[in-house]
């Protein structure tokens, strides 16, 4: 897909925003709203041992667990449990997340709530929320690079901010055409800004999503990713972070 067009998704949106609309009602209508995730949002993952891996998983919905019935099945434990089998060190984990939040409602009301705790890996979740509200690249990336500076004081010598990339929801089987293809194209041109994000920043890495295009991958709302789907994003994270594969488990 060629950089002019995916630049080019704001104004083409604009262009077709009746059809948009229309279409969003009826998705509105017929989607099921599944509930954050229950359990403790905090937990450890590895056998006892000394000097424990600490992991934060920081955003929006998908952080949340937004899916599955409980943290167990959500991203953040899994992830945890890849390092800790990578690491064969003790990982805890912790989820701060909310439905619906932007990378900016992220920065102004998530991060003054964190622990006051240090962490040697803390993966932001978001970019779904911006691509629906056609934020600005510009706009986005600057948000993101606003949350970077707040979150580097809590992060450990030779630790990494992760910015996982915007999904390619080109992949989600809830939207139909050619909303499916507009959200797709904006979301490719926020995860290029998110990865300048990155860039800029040493201790920050970008890790661009991977495909979800299975049925068993996604949640029955066909938006959200199915304990399945965490698993695998989760393994997928774990292999960007250590350089090596991780099988998921289960």
Known sequence: MGQIAVRASRPLAFAVA??????GVRVRRR??????????????EGGPGPDPLAVLVLGES????????????????????????HSGRPVTWRVTANTGFSARKTLARLVPQLPDETYDAMVVVLGVNDVLEMRSGRAWQADIGA???????????????????????????????PTRALL??????????????????????????????????????????????????AAHLVEALTGGPVRPTG
């Open 184 to 233: 797709a194209l904006h979301a490719r041109h926020l995860d290029r800004r998110l990865a300048r994000a990155a860039a800029s920043t040493p201790s920050a890495l970008h890790v661009p999503s991977p495909r979800i295009d299975e049925t068993g991958l996604y949640a029955e709302d066909g938006f959200h990713p199915s304990a399945a789907g965490y698993r695998m994003w």
């Open 62 to 85: 998908t952080a949340a667990g937004v899916g599955v019935p409980n943290q167990a099945d959500g991203l953040a434990p899994a992830l945890a449990a890849g390092l800790a089998r």
């Open 18 to 23: 009746p059809i948009l609309l229309a279409q």
């Open 147 to 177: 949350l970077i500076t707040a979150l580097r004081p809590r992060l450990r010598a030779g630790g990494r901010i992760v910015l996982a990339g915007v999904p390619d929801v080109a992949g989600f089987p809830t939207l139909p055409q």
């Open 31 to 44: 989607t099921p709203v599944l509930p954050e995730a229950a359990g403790e949002r905090h937990g450890v």
